[in-house]
Nanobody, 121 residues
């Protein structure tokens, strides 16, 4: 199983970026985006199930949108109104266990390689 993430880059504060994660072979019920900033633990950004149930970190609610295309087996993260504190390496994840909130959401065993998002003027 491979997860291939893409779409990171440099954006100005208030700008937008769209991340993609293509999954090979298996369709996972639960997929998610995590991020990790220097000196911080990896944190859940957003998760989604095949039934389109979603969960978001409070820090990105109203700004980020997670979605998936079943036909392409691809996960997306639309990021709007970006802030400098969104700067991090973003990882896609698959095979986890969904939860009602970020505290109960559990990451799966499959990780993409990470894509760097830098928000700076």
């Amino acid at each position: 199983v491979q997860l291939q993430a893409s779409g990171g880059g440099l954006a100005q504060p208030g700008g937008s970026l769209r991340l993609s994660c293509a999954a090979s072979a298996i369709i996972f019920d639960t997929m998610a985006w995590y991020r990790q900033s220097p000196g911080k633990q990896r944190e859940l950004v957003a998760g989604i199930t095949t039934s389109r149930r979603t969960v978001y970190a409070d820090s990105v609610k109203g700004r980020f949108t997670i979605s998936r295309d079943g036909a392409k087996n691809t996960l997306y993260l639309e990021m709007n109104s970006l802030k400098p504190e969104d700067t991090a390496v973003y990882y896609c994840n698959a095979g986890g266990r969904p939860g009602r909130d970020t505290d109960s959401f559990r990451a799966g065993s499959y990780w993409g390689q990470g894509t760097l998002v830098t928000v700076s003027s």
